[in-house]
């Protein structure tokens, strides 16, 4: 029983599963205070354990938020996180984060992987409609990982964050169900 591993969600590169309080706060704890990690996400200031143990505590307790660990496939290894957030019940959206805190599994396709099944889930299961994401400007990974999935940009704000000495703008992305559809199709052929 011990070697066995909860699935949520079973990709081609890797699965989605539940966090778990006993084994992935230390993770989270080391990914969100990682300079280079932080670099490309909303939090500035340092989390700490409690923190990140209250986070796990509370996901997946309302119908607004979904959130899950990517770990690989074959190794099984936890590489980061990805959810579904603000979820909106009438007009049928939702925002996509996504960080992956092994810095080494960055761009090699398990973004794209995980944030594909994701977007399933979230369209066959969640009946939802439209997936919203936004990126710093200078976030080539993130944005290309979201286009890959079809989203497209909708907007840019202009000069946005603050980060290292300057202002970024925010890219603004978006994902409709009937442009996912094909793609999703052609994805798991
Ligand atoms: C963003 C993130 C989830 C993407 O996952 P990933 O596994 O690294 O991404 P993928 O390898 O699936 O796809 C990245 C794509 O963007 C492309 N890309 C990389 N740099 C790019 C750039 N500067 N401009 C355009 N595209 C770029 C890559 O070439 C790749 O496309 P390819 O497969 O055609 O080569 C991950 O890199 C991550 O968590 N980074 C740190 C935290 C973060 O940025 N979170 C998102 C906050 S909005």
């Known amino acids: 029983m ?12 890797v699965i989605l599963r539940p966090p778990d309080i006993n084994t992935d706060v230390e993770l989270f704890y080391r990914w969100i205070n990682d300079p280079e990690v932080r670099h490309f996400v909303s939090a500035v200031f340092p989390s700490g354990i409690k923190r990140e143990r209250e ?9 607004k938020n979904v959130i899950l660990v990517i770990e690989i496939k074959d190794s099984k290894i936890p590489i980061g996180t990805m959810g579904l957030h603000r979820i909106d ?13 092994e810095k080494e599994f960055w761009g090699k396709g398990f973004g794209t992987d995980a944030k594909m099944n994701l977007l399933n889930y979230a369209f066959s299961t969640l009946n939802l409609r439209k997936i919203c994401s936004s990126a710093l400007s200078y976030n ?18 202009k000069n946005q964050h603050f980060r290292k000495g300057r202002y970024w703008d925010e890219v603004m992305l978006a994902v409709f169900k009937k442009d996912w559809d094909p793609l999703w199709r052609e994805y798991i052929k």
């Open 55 to 63: 986070w796990i505590e509370n996901a997946n307790k309302d119908d």
């Open 2 to 13: 011990e070697n066995q591993k909860t699935v949520f969600i079973i990709g081609k590169k």
């Open 140 to 157: 080539g990974r993130s944005i290309g990982h979201n286009l890959h999935c079809g989203y497209k940009v909708e907007g840019v704000r």
């Open 89 to 101: 019940w009438i007009s049928r959206t939702a925002f996509t984060g996504a960080l992956i805190g």
